[in-house]
């Protein structure tokens, strides 16, 4: 069973500083199959990535994602203040899903 | 657009069965894959499993004994049901449309979630 660790748990930033959030698998994955989602209070999580590093729908280009096997990256290179939220890494493989702990990307 | 709507009752006693139903609007049921993920109070997202367009199913080996998914292409519906449920079972529960050809199964639309209450 793949593990997906996800660090830090919690980030403190201001805005327009650059975020930089880390997912970990406890063995190499295809990258693929790794997605990143955005949650905020309230709300259901909502994705932004598939495939580790193709934006879904009306993602701001602020946001990218990248990594291949074990490591993986989400990065935001301008904070708003709506992109305080929490994120999950999610992997799928071997017809089975995955997600990350969560990191909070709360405002410092 | 597409728009997912969970519903089902949301205070249970232990052992009873949950059972849950999410209603798929503005596009077919057809051709995708249909997800379940719950969320305890404060806590992470665990996948509890998922359907086919064609009826087949996945759930999480944790939970496998006690989950089942089905959909209903007739009412645009897929369900999940958990029977013996505990206080541990307590969570909001999310349905969600699988992308398994474009977006390598990522989940791409989500309900709004239904919130599960498990207390005696």
């Known amino acids: 069973e793949i593990v997906l660790t996800q660090s830090p748990d919690t980030l403190s930033l201001s805005p327009g500083e650059r975020a930089t959030l880390s997912c970990r698998a406890s063995?190499?994955?295809?990258?693929?199959?790794l997605a990143w989602y955005q949650q905020k209070p309230g709300q259901a999580p909502s994705l932004l990535f598939y495939g580790a590093s193709s934006r879904a729908t009306a993602i701001p280009e602020r946001f990218s994602g990248g990594g291949s096997g074990t490591d993986f990256t989400l990065t935001i290179t301008r904070l708003e203040p709506e992109d305080f939220a929490v994120y999950y890494c999610q992997h799928y493989g071997s017809t089975l899903y995955t997600f990350g702990q969560g990191t909070k990307l709360e405002i410092k | 657009q597409v728009q997912l709507q969970g519903s089902g009752p949301g205070l249970l006693k232990p052992s009873d069965t949950l059972s849950l139903t999410c209603t798929v609007s503005?596009?077919?049921?057809?051709?995708?894959?249909w997800g379940w993920i719950r969320q305890p109070p404060g806590k992470g997202l665990e996948w509890i499993g998922y359907v086919s367009y064609t009826g087949s199913t996945n759930h999480n080996p944790s939970l496998k004994s006690r989950v089942t998914t089905s959909l209903d292409t007739s009412k645009n519906q897929f369900s999940l049901e958990m029977t013996s449920v505990t206080a541990a079972d307590t969570a909001v529960y999310y349905c969600?449309?699988?992308?398994?050809?474009?977006?390598?199964?990522?989940?791409?639309?989500w309900g709004q979630g239904t919130t599960v209450t498990v207390s005696s």
């Open positions: 063995q190499v994955i295809s990258g693929t199959y």
């Open positions: 969600a449309r699988v992308q398994y050809r474009n977006y390598y199964f990522a989940m791409d639309v």
């Open positions: 503005g596009g077919s049921i057809s051709n995708y894959y």
